[in-house]
């Protein structure tokens, strides 16, 4: 059974940085998504099992997904941020059956374990 839970979130000036954490185990593959609110949810930064990432263009440069496979911890490295990276805050999980057959990284239905989200707010 795998279970995903968010921390880190939080609020920061335009500019700042933040720190998301996620603790799951048993997944193959994983990913942050964001929701604002009025907007669908989006795709952050994904993480394969082989190491391999995926960034959205917003948040290349500034963002960095990384995992502690030992702590079974996904992260997620926010710098430089702005307004409007302002939304909840998920992680995702998937198992390797899923992950193979959704080979779309930012496909929502691809995760099958999602956390209850984690709140960022960037003031300007």
């Known amino acids: 059974q795998v279970q995903v839970v968010e921390s880190g979130g939080g609020s920061v000036q335009s500019g700042g940085s933040l720190r998301l954490s996620c603790a799951a185990s048993?997944?193959?593959?994983m990913g942050w998504f964001r929701q604002a609110p009025g907007k669908e949810r989006e795709g952050v930064a994904t993480?394969?099992?082989?190491?391999?990432?995926t960034y959205a263009d917003s948040v290349k440069g500034r963002f960095t997904i990384s995992q502690d496979i030992a702590k079974n911890t996904l992260y997620l490295q926010m710098n430089s941020l702005k307004p409007e990276d302002t939304a909840m805050y998920y992680c995702a999980a998937a198992s390797m059956a899923r992950c193979t057959l959704f080979v779309q990284a930012f496909g929502v239905h691809r995760y099958n374990y999602w956390g209850q989200g984690t709140q960022v707010t960037v003031s300007s």
């Open positions: 048993g997944y193959h593959c």
């Open positions: 993480i394969e099992n082989d190491g391999a990432t």
